[in-house]
C-alpha cells in the first residue's frame, strides 16, 4: 500500500513537471510564420543567417534574424517560435519548422501573398 502511494505521488509529480514545461513553452515563445524569399548570407562559421518578415497570427509582421546550419529552400513557410516580448527590431528564435502553405492562418496567408 505505501508502495501505491509513493507510485501515485511520484507519477504526478512527473506529469506536473512535463505539464509545466509545455505550457512554460507556450506562453514564452509566439509561433510566428515567414516565407524564404533570398538565399541566406553565410557566416564564417559556415552556418546561414537569415533576416527576414514574419507574421503572428493575427498578420502583424514581426522582423526574426536566425541562423540555420544549411541554406533552406527558397519558397519554403516556416512556423519560427519567436521569443516574447515580441519587438520592432529584429526578434530571435527559439527553433523553425517547415510547414505547408494549407497550415498557414489566414491572415498569414493574405500577407504572404498565397493563393490559395
Known amino acids: 500500500m505505501i508502495i501505491l502511494k509513493k ?4 507519477s504526478i509529480l512527473l506529469l506536473s513537471i512535463v505539464g509545466g514545461w509545455f505550457i512554460y513553452n507556450e506562453v ?8 524564404i524569399t533570398e538565399n541566406a548570407s553565410k557566416e564564417e562559421y559556415g552556418r546561414y543567417i ?3 518578415k514574419a507574421y503572428d497570427k493575427k498578420g502583424n509582421e ?7 546550419a544549411k541554406n533552406l529552400r527558397l519558397n519554403a513557410y516556416l512556423c519560427v517560435d519567436v521569443y516574447k516580448p515580441l519587438k520592432n527590431d529584429a526578434n530571435e528564435i527559439n527553433k523553425y519548422k517547415e510547414v505547408t ?3 498557414l492562418p489566414e491572415k ?6 498565397v493563393k490559395q
Not at 507510485?7 to 511520484?10: A, K, S, V
Not at 514564452?28 to 516565407?35: G, T
Not at 522582423?63 to 540555420?68: E, G, K, L, Q, R
Not at 498569414?108 to 501573398?113: H, R, T
Open 28 to 35: 514564452k515563445f509566439e509561433k510566428c510564420y515567414v516565407k
Open 62 to 68: 514581426v522582423p526574426v534574424t536566425f541562423s540555420a
Open 108 to 113: 498569414v496567408k493574405e500577407k504572404l501573398n
Open 50 to 52: 537569415y533576416n527576414l
Open 101 to 103: 502553405a494549407e497550415q
Open 7 to 10: 507510485l501515485i505521488i511520484i
